[in-house]
Nanobody
Framework: QVQLVESGGGSVQAGGSLRLSCAAS????????MGWFRQAPGKVREGVAA???????RYADSVKGRFIISQDNAKNTLYLQMNSLKPEDTAMYYC?????????????????WGQGTPVTVSS
């Protein structure tokens, strides 16, 4: 059974940085896509970034140049380095995974989800 556990969320002032981590276990597929999503109160869940075993990386336009997704295969951990944070980045951040490549960062494509970690950016 796939389990995803996020950590690293917190409160930061605008312009600051945070690094989120997602520890994955129980994933036995040879190819997969893992990504980060976020959901602010009253808004739909949106894709932030994703990467797969084929080397494909996708970013939402709103975070390009500020966020970096990476993974440490030896540790089965996915990261999201968030720099130059803005108040509009405030949301619950979720890690998600799916079998196969990262064809999209639409949330409905992903079947495995973590519980989320909160990020608050103050102005």
């Amino acid at each position: 059974q796939v389990q995803l556990v996020e950590s690293g969320g917190g409160s930061v002032q605008a312009g600051g940085s945070l690094r989120l981590s997602c520890a994955a276990s129980g994933y036995t597929y040879s190819s997969y896509c893992m990504g980060w999503f976020r959901q602010a109160p009253g808004k739909v869940r949106e894709g932030v970034a994703a990467t797969d075993t084929y080397g494909t990386t996708r970013y939402a336009d709103s975070v390009k140049g500020r966020f970096i997704i990476s993974q440490d295969n030896a540790k089965n951990t996915l990261y999201l380095q968030m720099n130059s944070l803005k108040p509009e980045d405030t949301a619950m951040y979720y890690c998600a995974a799916e079998v196969g490549g990262c064809y999209t960062i639409l949330a409905q494509y992903y079947n495995y989800w973590g519980q989320g970690t909160p990020v608050t950016v103050s102005s």
